[in-house]
């Protein structure tokens, strides 16, 4: 019969022992985790059979090819090195940032740049900048996309917040929802960590596979590595950082950062509800899902980068000094890291304090930048127009209703 599409393996469920190692909790508390637990076993996917209906496959195989066509176009229209750098460093924060609101952890454009800056800020900056660190890793190392890729993207991640797990294989039971008593109400158990290893190796050779149409084929990854979930913390931002090294290992992006997580991030429940169904032998609603996430990356980073430009070119306008001056450099600069200091400026430009300082007064004095918060030490300066391009495109994504 044509068009028939193959089932998709399921996750089944193993019997474990349980003993929990809460402290002091209710007698209803030990009876709802007393007793074994059910964890996934993972069916083996190495060799399985990628069957879509056309339509979808067609969908995703157009995705893929705008991909492309954005990469090579922002590459074309920014031309210089002073243009593209600053875009492809904010698309790739961008990315990290809608990436860690899917769980959540939401920051501001100036607490993420001054935490790119190393100044004081808070939690959940610091946590999306070890996510920009695992992208860079994701970016570095799609040339080969192994285990030692996916471990090296964990540890870039989690090596500030948790050295003793970060880029290792996890060692316990974890489980998504419900109690941190026990994994008897979670929402989903993933394999007992005696199996994470061998579950890994598996998913590598699926994603050494040239056989299935790109974006099927990393959003499969995706949702296996997902449903794996081989580390204690950061399973998501990882997974999302392995999207972007598939992508580039097959070559769809070459140059810049598509923000795909400000996709998935138009609609959690769904994108978490692709992951279920993909667990019950349903690969499509995943592919969906990565599908619509490219269409709408490509155009939310398409209206960035205009705004950008924009912001950019008013820069033009307003700044009067000698075409070799590093003022110049340090208005492409903001544009990727918003808010500098005198350290920035030296470090990034080569130049003495004082010509630093005399770089930012004359951006200062123009217009482009503008004096933070006063201290007596650690000064820093921002660019008010390109934190408000960078919060406007995040207020942006999260507005999007559901049905979109």
Not at 53 to 72: G, H
Not at 86 to 106: C, F, H, W, Y
Not at 242 to 259: D, Y
Request: glycine share 6%; hydrophobic share 45%.
């Amino acid at each position: 019969m044509a068009n028939v599409v193959t089932p998709w393996p399921p996750v089944t469920f193993e019997e474990r022992p349980w003993t929990s190692a809460a402290g002091y909790v209710s007698r209803t508390q030990q009876r709802r985790h007393a007793g074994p637990y059910l964890a996934a076993v993972l069916p083996e996917i190495a060799g399985a059979a990628v069957s879509l209906p056309p339509a979808l496959t067609a969908e995703a195989e157009e995705a893929a090819q705008e991909l492309v066509r954005f990469d090579t176009s922002i590459s074309n229209t920014l031309g210089a090195a002073a243009q593209l750098g600053p875009m492809s460093a904010v698309l790739l924060r961008t990315e990290s940032a809608a990436s860690s609101q899917i769980e959540n952890l939401t920051v501001g454009a100036r607490q993420l740049a001054l935490a790119e800056l190393g100044e004081h800020s808070n939690r959940n900056a610091r946590i999306v900048t070890g996510n920009v660190r695992s992208m860079e890793a994701a970016l570095a190392l799609s040339e080969v996309v192994d285990e030692g890729t996916v471990l090296a993207m964990h540890r870039a991640l989690m090596e500030d917040s948790d050295p003793e797990n970060a880029g290792r294989w996890r060692t316990e039971q974890v489980w998504i929802g419900g109690s941190n008593i026990g994994p008897h109400r979670a929402a989903f158990v993933p394999p007992h960590h005696e199996h994470v290893s061998r579950a890994m190796k598996d998913l590598i050779a699926f994603a050494d596979r040239d056989d299935v149409p790109s974006i099927a084929h990393t959003a499969i990854v995706h949702a296996q590595f997902e449903t794996i979930h081989p580390f204690t913390d950061g399973n998501g931002r990882t997974g999302r950082a392995l999207v972007h090294a598939m992508l580039s290992n097959r070559r769809l992006t070459e140059r810049v950062t598509v923000p795909i997580s400000a996709g998935l991030l138009t609609n959690t429940a769904d994108y978490f509800g692709a992951l279920d169904h993909f667990r019950q032998g349903d690969v499509e609603p995943i592919v969906r899902q990565f599908v619509d996430a490219v269409f709408f990356a490509i155009g939310s980073g398409r209206r960035l980068v205009d705004d950008l430009r924009a912001v950019r070119d008013s820069f033009n306008d307003r700044l009067t000094a000698r075409r070799d001056s590093v003022a110049w450099r340090i208005a492409d600069a903001v544009i990727g890291q918003p808010v500098i200091n005198n350290s920035y400026v030296t470090s990034q430009f080569g130049v003495t304090d004082v010509a630093a300082q005399r770089a930012i007064d004359r951006l200062v004095e123009c217009g482009v930048l503008r004096s933070g918060a006063q201290r007596a030490r650690n000064r820093v300066w921002q660019a008010d127009d390109v934190l408000r391009a960078l919060d406007d495109f995040a207020a942006r994504i999260r507005r999007v209703p559901p049905s979109a």
